[in-house]
């Protein structure tokens, strides 16, 4: 998204790790939630991980449940998704959305989603 910059994308192999970072550009988040997001090719856009940024208060979906961790830096201005054990499954495009609504209103509402950061996972 335009406002979003997402960086730490790689390849790895399978049970490997990454850490995604996301930052505002205006180097603060104005809704109080940021969203992690991903879409692999073919497959619809899913939310995989919330934080709510006033009080680390933290969602996941149940696919990831257990092996990724969304948290923030104590400045509050970096969000970052760390990923462990690591699926092929788990290969897309993933971006951060700074947004408290639904995943539906998000997906819906937002047309420019930008190029987020490529995870690639082999096995």
């Known amino acids: 998204l335009a406002n979003m910059v997402e960086s730490g994308g790689g390849s790895v192999q399978a049970g490997g790790s990454l850490r995604l970072s996301c930052t505002g550009s205006?180097?603060?988040?104005?809704?109080?939630?940021v969203n992690w997001f991903r879409q692999a090719p073919g497959k619809p856009r899913e939310r995989v991980a919330i934080?709510?940024?006033?009080?680390?208060?933290?969602y996941y979906t149940d696919s990831v449940k257990g092996r990724f961790t969304v948290s923030q830096n104590d400045a509050k201005n970096v969000v970052y998704l760390q990923m462990s054990n690591l699926k092929p499954e788990d290969s897309g495009s993933y971006y951060c959305?700074?947004?408290?609504?639904?995943?539906?209103?998000?997906?819906?509402?937002?047309?420019?989603w930008g190029q987020g950061t490529q995870v690639t996972v082999s096995s």
């Open positions: 959305v700074d947004d408290c609504s639904s995943d539906e209103i998000i997906i819906r509402a937002y047309r420019d």
């Open positions: 205006t180097g603060t988040y104005s809704s109080g939630c």
């Open positions: 934080i709510w940024t006033a009080g680390d208060y933290t």
